[in-house]
């Protein structure tokens, strides 16, 4: 019965959007009739109100569906919904400003004298806009009033026309910053937390382990994550479809042709007028995007930098013409280089200023500040009384925000309804029992959401499909794909709902401005190109999931955050960037270890050379680990071909009898609540049946199969084992040479402690207990940052202890503090000696080795390991065999 009311909760849904119902009440709506529906059923047929739902009743599901609410809105956490009215507001001040007016005819007179110039000038804006805007609606209709009648002048094709100001109008959907990607960000955060639960129970099944190795964890999403990743995929759109139209103008010259300019190009005032147009658009998104990559903002403080500089642009171009045109905004540009050259140069920390300049710094730093709040406040002023502008923003900003909370609130209730009847798991099962694994799964739930696209606006699809599909997706370790590159993927296939007929938008907002002489069959035919296109960028990004993962993952390595190199994410691109090292710099390497072995050690204690020595064997024996690492590679990928087919067909076999076993689970449940006979008897043979196929699939499973698994066990064992061996040789053998570089570096701080400890020693007749034991306590401190004093440090602590009690323990405390002493003057003895023999080798030995043996032990990856690394991370790396 579950099933039945989970096809009335979707025929409900559908025939409520397809009847023109508002999306904001036909989810919710949906959803509650569905589950008070199944309610009073199962209370009037069952006794049990609860008895159509998989657990609990209606009243425990709607109020899930409230606590949904609640996590969109008061959740301190998920935060990252705060950026969408700053960009909306963002995006509706620079349309209202007339800069989309300005830029379509500028680049239409620059790009228009080369073949299909008009149409590769509307792609520009668009993406220009994307970046800038993101409004699809505002984008298309602009570019229908001002570039259709131009194209449509010069003889354009009226399908290219219409097609390209459609397809360019939809860019604000991928190219950041763009709502839908905040919105995914949102639901493939909490889809990723459920994945990653799912996978550690994958791996506790599959290896019998409770702890899953940190490397395979699965790696979520931030909005800033998906503003980066979504960058570069939206260029390769912007490229096809700049590729296309030139293309098409150059084999048939009759649809696109080249149009010139009246007036002369590349003069002095027409560069001028091209620099006004791009440059403040091209600033902006500098700043929002720039922010976020450079890790300076987050994405809500990128927002909120936004929508101040749309409208500081709005303060000039309002008044555009007029002499102080550009004053708000002069003043806001020259406040903010102040602020940079004033915190660049002065110390602007009050409770740490020791300077009277940082004083002057800190004065006209306020000035400036300011400065800057009167120019905003100044355009803002502008904005406000130039045409109820500011007014009607944001007025238009608050409805459009609102439409898109009241959806994610619908649908957080209309996913509460789908899970009450068991919707998940049905999904689950369908997707997990497709043959040909992650890809035949990801390739049906792509075409899903292309199907929906026909009938559905992107929010309902971002928001309904994603959080049921998306864990499913993250959880499967054979792709082990980011989040980030799933949104995106979803992204860009959602984009397609914009054009797609019968319910494409962007064809709507252009059917609305264009002329009558524009028929609906020619925009339809005049996007089918463009939709391909989009399927072909989805294909592309695909393929090369880099594309998607490159930005973020370089931005998570070079940021002030970056993990250290132990990090266990980078490990195994870490190995491969050391190996490629080793082999190329074998005779260098071992040189180095020579020329420190050769060195004079008998100014060191007999503890610490045999250290050094340890020290440098391990050194020496980094190519045998590396060896035993590549031995157990090549191992497991000589037994992969053979076991792979076998793991999946076991493991595609195991989660069938696992969802058999769940059905008799339940139904064994619901057995015990039946009186009547003939509907126990159906039950039991329900059971029987099911007891039946599990059997049979048991037996489907390969008699060789605990062998073979085992078998394969042995050999991840010994390649994880050689990987460690190869760490801890490489960590241990540096640490132990850079501690000894720094106990010799370190012979003046004990020569000044052993002053201290001196002065105390001589006058300990004198100092009553409570000032020798803090006396000492200071001491005792300051050796502790030290290295090699740990024993010395033991004596201190025992004679300050003993301080408390002075009289009674004085013999004690001055054998303690004399012993301690002798031992300090013996550390700065042998130190001052080491440092004119062997500590100089040391040095250059330490400095040689510290991006290879000891890359581990830094504190964060420098530029060029960065570089060289994230091409490695930004690829998805199959962990099915570890399954």
């Known amino acids: 019965m579950e099933l039945f009311f989970l096809a009335i909760l979707f025929i409900l849904m559908m025939y409520a959007l397809g009847s023109g119902f508002p999306v904001a009440f036909a989810l919710p709506g949906s959803a509650i009739v569905t589950i008070v529906l199944a309610g009073l059923s199962g209370a009037i047929f069952e006794g049990d109100s609860g008895a159509y739902f998989i657990q609990d009743g209606p009243v425990e599901w709607l109020t899930a569906g409230v606590m949904n609410f609640r996590g969109i809105y008061w959740e301190v956490e998920r935060d990252t919904l705060i950026a969408i009215p700053l960009f909306i507001f963002m995006g509706i001040m620079l349309q209202r400003s007339k800069i989309a007016e300005d830029l379509l005819v500028t680049m239409a007179q620059l790009f228009g004298p080369i073949p299909g110039g008009l149409g590769i000038s509307v792609v520009f804006v668009g993406g220009l806009l994307a970046a800038t805007t993101g409004i699809v609606g505002a984008t298309v209709v602009a570019m229908g009033l001002i570039s259709l009648p131009a194209m449509l002048r010069n003889n354009y094709s009226k399908p290219l026309a219409t097609g390209t100001i459609c397809a360019s109008g939809t860019l604000g959907q991928i190219i950041p910053p763009s709502i839908v990607l905040i919105i995914l960000a949102d639901q493939l955060a909490s889809a990723a937390d459920q994945a990653a639960t799912a996978r550690k129970e994958l791996y506790k099944q599959a290896t019998g382990q409770f702890s899953m190795p940190s490397e395979f964890s699965i790696i979520s999403t931030s909005a800033g994550d998906m503003f980066l990743g979504a960058f570069l995929p939206g260029l390769v759109l912007v490229g096809l479809y700049m590729a296309y139209i030139l293309i098409a103008a150059l084999l048939k010259p009759n649809i696109a042709p080249a149009v010139r300019y009246d007036g002369k190009l590349l003069t002095q005032e027409f560069m001028f007028k091209v620099g006004l147009a791009l440059i403040p658009p091209l600033l902006l998104i500098f700043l929002v995007l720039g922010s976020i990559i450079a890790g300076i903002a987050t994405v809500n403080q990128a927002g909120a930098i936004g929508a101040i500089g749309a409208m500081v642009m709005a303060g000039y171009k309002l008044r555009e013409g007029t002499k102080t045109a550009f004053y708000p905004a002069i003043l806001a540009v020259l406040s903010i280089l102040l602020i940079w050259l004033i915190s660049a140069n002065f110390n602007l920390s009050i409770k740490t200023i020791t300077e009277t300049r940082d004083w002057v710094g800190i004065g006209v730093c306020t000035l400036a500040v300011f400065g800057l709040c009167s120019g905003i406040a100044w355009s803002g002023w502008r904005a406000f009384k130039t045409e109820n ?207 420190l072995r050769e060195v004079d050690y008998s100014s060191l204690p007999k503890s610490q050379e045999k250290k050094l020595q340890q020290s440098l064997n391990n050194a020496e024996q980094i190519y045998e680990k590396i060896d035993a690492v590549e031995a157990a590679k090549k191992a497991i990928a000589s037994a992969a071909p053979e076991y792979a087919p076998v793991l999946s067909q076991v493991r595609m076999l195991e989660r069938l009898i696992k969802q058999k076993q769940k059905q008799n689970k339940n139904l064994t449940l619901e057995l015990r609540g039946v009186d009547e006979q003939e509907e126990k008897e159906k039950i039991k043979n329900k059971i029987k049946q099911i007891n039946d196929e599990v059997a049979d699939l048991k037996n489907q499973i390969p008699e060789t199969w605990n062998k073979t698994n085992k078998e394969f066990k042995k050999l991840t064992g010994q390649l994880n084992r050689a990987r460690m061996q190869f760490r801890r040789s490489s960590d241990r053998s540096y640490a132990d040479i850079r501690d000894l570089s720094i106990m010799i570096e370190s012979a003046p701080e004990l020569s000044a402690i052993l002053l201290t400890l001196q002065d105390v020693e001589k006058n300990i007749d004198i100092i009553d207990g409570g000032q020798l034991s803090s006396k000492l306590g200071t001491i005792y401190t300051a050796l502790n940052t030290i290295p090699g004093t740990n024993k010395i440090a033991k004596k201190l602590s025992d004679a300050k202890r003993a301080a408390k009690n002075k009289e009674q323990k004085i013999d004690r405390i001055q054998k303690n503090i004399s012993e301690a002493t002798a031992a300090i003057i013996k550390e700065i003895d042998w130190r001052k000696k080491a440092k004119t023999t062997v500590y100089k080798a040391l040095v250059n030995f330490e400095t040689y080795t510290r991006n290879n043996l000891g890359l581990r032990e830094q504190k964060r990856l420098a530029d060029e390991q960065v570089d060289a690394i994230t091409p490695c991370l930004a690829k998805h790396r199959n962990l099915s065999l570890q399954f």
């Open 389 to 595: 502008t500011l007014r009607d923003v944001m007025a238009e900003t608050a409805k459009t925000t609102s439409l898109v909370f009241i959806i994610l609130l619908g649908a957080a209730m209309l996913t509460a309804a789908f899970r009450a009847f068991g919707g998940e798991e049905v999904v689950k099962h369908f997707l997990s029992s497709l043959p040909g694994g992650f890809w035949s799964q990801f390739i049906v739930v792509m075409l899903v959401i292309f199907l929906l696209g026909f009938f559905l606006d992107f929010i309902e699809i971002a928001v309904v499909v994603v959080p049921i599909v998306a864990p499913i997706l993250l959880a499967d370790p054979s792709a082990n794909i980011t989040a980030v590159w799933l949104g995106v993927m979803i992204g860009l296939n959602i984009q397609t709902s914009f054009l797609t007929p019968p319910f494409g938008f962007a064809l709507f907002y252009l059917r609305g401005v264009a002329t009558k002489a524009v028929k609906t069959i020619e925009m339809y035919k005049g996007v089918i190109p463009f939709i391909a296109l989009q399927l072909v960028g989805l294909a592309i990004v695909g393929v090369n999931p880099s594309l998607v993962n490159y930005l973020p993952t370089k931005t998570f390595l070079s940021s002030e955050t970056a993990p250290p190199p132990k990090n266990p994410r980078l490990q195994l691109c870490l190995e491969d960037y050391l190996f490629d090292f080793y082999n190329s710099n074998e005779n260098n390497f071992l040189e180095q270890v020579v020329l």
